[in-house]
Structures are given as C-alpha cells and as structure tokens.
C-alpha cells in the first residue's frame, strides 16, 4: 500500500508518474521506501521536482535501493566515483543517449535502473523520454509472442563504447578497451520483481538473435523496434533544476533528445545492480 502522503500523478498511460510529497534529501523511511519501489514497478519511471542533493545525499538514496554501479563509460563526478556526468557543452553538437536503449542490457546482470537528477537544464528542450515494455509485449499478438517465447538475444557494447565506436574525443566518454561485454538474454523477460512479462531487446545495444546471424535477425528486430516506439507506449518528461528521474532498465527504454544547441544540460546520473534476468 502507498502511504497517504505520497501523491501519485501518472504522465501517460502507459509509463511513468510523478511524485509528490516527497523530500529525497531526508532520511526516508522504509514505509517511503517501499512506496516509490511499488510506484517504480507500476509505472516504469517515478519523477520528482523541486529536490535539492547534494552528491552525498544522492549516493544516500541510491543506497537505499540497491548496490551502486560504477560506470566504466562515463567520465565520473570530480570526487564521486559513484556518480557519472552526463554532460552537453553549449558548443556540442551530439548528446548522450540519443537513441532509443536500456541501460547495461550489454552485461551479464543488467543495472535494475538509473536514477538521474538534474544540475543544469537548458532553457528549453532537453526532455527525455520512456517507453514501456510492458506495454509493449502486451500489445503484441498471440503469434509473435508465441515466437518470441522461445528466443534469446546477444546484446554488447563494443560497437557502442569500443575503440572503433565513434567519438567526439571531448573526454566525456572513454576507457574504449574495457567495451568487451557481451550478453545473452530472453527476448520476453519476467521482471524479477514484478513478475510481468516485458520485451527486452533495444536498438542501442541488441546485436542478434542467439544462433541467429545479424542479417536474418534484422527484419524481426526492427519489427518489434518500430512496434516499442509506438507513441501510446510513451512519455516525455520536461527536466527543470532540481528534477529527478528514477527508471527501470528491466521495464523501459529511454531517449534524450538532442534539441537544445548553444545551450548546457549537466546531469548526474547514479546507476544501480541488478539481478539475472529470466
């Protein structure tokens, strides 16, 4: 049960809410807790405004959810391993996370999620936006998921983060050599938590089909992408200082959109372990 101080105000059907009545920088209690975990298992993404963390406080709050995961990409928060920069510099032209993807799919163990709070928005654009994969999977036909029943998936991260992946050479990515991760995992996963099926493959990071070769899995990936961006499975979330996004790599896919040139966008971006994905 959600505790009666906590107002839920859901942004689309299908994923994603917001939060109120909530100070992340306190120390919260287990009955707090657990009402943004089921809240996180219910809509895929819980938003919050008008918070004010420092690094450790940040830290503190992923804590209570789970073990934090260093990224090995990301150029790290000066003094906080813990915490990844995600930055856009007025004079860049390219963001990260451009495209539609789910977090660490390329590991063994795949983060349960990220939790993203905002330091510098531009004044205007910048959103990000979520899409449910339970949604999804649901959506589709009896046929296709009888077939993706029986498939798995190689997702990686060379071609992403690797030394022959495309860089701006602006230091905001980097240690190219450790991108040797490959994974397989269930094209149609039940959530550890929730127990729900959703689809999990994403363009970012999904190569092919286990047994597959990448050009006879093309086809039927690029299906179910354009079936996953369809815009009743979605949200868009508008950051302003102080907003906080806390999604589920299990559940959803996310993009930021890159439509704010000349201007700063300085994120900080905690990602937290997961488990085995089934």
């Given at each position: 049960?959600?505790?009666?101080?906590?107002?839920?105000?859901?942004?689309?059907?299908?994923?994603?809410?917001?939060?109120?009545?909530?100070?992340?920088?306190?120390?919260?209690?287990?009955?707090?807790?657990?009402?943004?975990?089921?809240?996180?298992?219910?809509?895929?993404?819980?938003?919050?405004r008008?918070?004010?963390?420092?690094?450790?406080?940040?830290?503190?709050?992923?804590e209570?959810?789970?073990?934090?995961n260093?990224?090995?990409?990301?150029?790290?928060?000066?003094?906080?391993?813990?915490?990844?920069?995600?930055?856009?510099?007025?004079?860049?032209?390219?963001?990260?996370?451009?495209g539609?993807?789910?977090?660490h799919?390329?590991?063994?163990?795949?983060?349960?999620?990220?939790?993203?709070?905002?330091?510098?928005?531009?004044?205007?654009?910048?959103?990000?936006?979520?899409?449910?994969?339970y949604?999804?999977?649901?959506?589709?036909?009896?046929?296709?998921?009888?077939?993706?029943?029986?498939l798995?998936?190689?997702h990686s991260?060379?071609?992403?983060?690797g030394?022959?992946?495309?860089?701006?050479?602006?230091?905001?990515?980097?240690?190219?050599?450790?991108?040797?991760?490959?994974?397989?995992?269930?094209v149609?996963?039940?959530?550890?938590?929730?127990?729900?099926?959703?689809?999990?493959?994403?363009?970012?990071?999904?190569?092919?089909?286990?047994?597959?070769?990448?050009?006879?899995?093309?086809?039927?990936?690029?299906?179910?992408?354009?079936h996953?961006?369809?815009?009743?499975?979605?949200?868009?979330?508008?950051?302003?200082?102080?907003?906080?996004?806390?999604?589920?790599?299990?559940?959803?896919?996310?993009?930021?959109?890159?439509?704010?040139?000349?201007?700063?966008?300085?994120?900080?971006?905690?990602?937290?372990?997961?488990?085995?994905?089934?």
């Amino acid at each position: 049960m959600i505790s009666n101080a906590i107002e839920i105000r859901p942004s689309a059907g299908a994923v994603g809410a917001e939060l109120h009545g909530i100070d992340l920088a306190q120390d919260l209690s287990g009955e707090t807790i657990a009402a943004i975990r089921a809240a996180l298992g219910q809509w895929g993404v819980v938003f919050f405004r008008d918070q004010r963390l420092s690094e450790a406080r940040h830290i503190a709050l992923a804590e209570r959810f789970g073990t934090i995961n260093i990224n090995r990409f990301f150029r790290a928060v000066e003094g906080w391993p813990q915490i990844a920069e995600v930055r856009k510099e007025p004079e860049q032209t390219k963001n990260i996370g451009g495209g539609w993807h789910t977090d660490h799919s390329y590991d063994q163990i795949p983060a349960l999620g990220s939790i993203l709070y905002a330091r510098e928005v531009p004044a205007f654009g910048g959103d990000t936006m979520f899409a449910s994969m339970y949604a999804a999977y649901d959506a589709l036909s009896d046929g296709m998921k009888h077939t993706l029943g029986g498939l798995r998936a190689v997702h990686s991260s060379r071609h992403v983060f690797g030394p022959t992946a495309q860089r701006d050479g602006d230091g905001r990515l980097g240690n190219a050599d450790a991108a040797t991760q490959d994974a397989v995992h269930p094209v149609v996963i039940a959530h550890p938590e929730t127990g729900r099926k959703a689809l999990y493959v994403n363009p970012g990071f999904t190569i092919h089909f286990e047994g597959w070769t990448a050009e006879e899995s093309r086809g039927l990936l690029e299906t179910l992408y354009r079936h996953a961006m369809r815009p009743e499975f979605s949200c868009r979330f508008t950051w302003r200082d102080g907003s906080l996004a806390f999604w589920d790599n299990r559940s959803t896919w996310h993009l930021a959109v890159n439509d704010y040139h000349g201007q700063r966008r300085l994120m900080h971006r905690i990602t937290l372990e997961g488990v085995a994905l089934h």
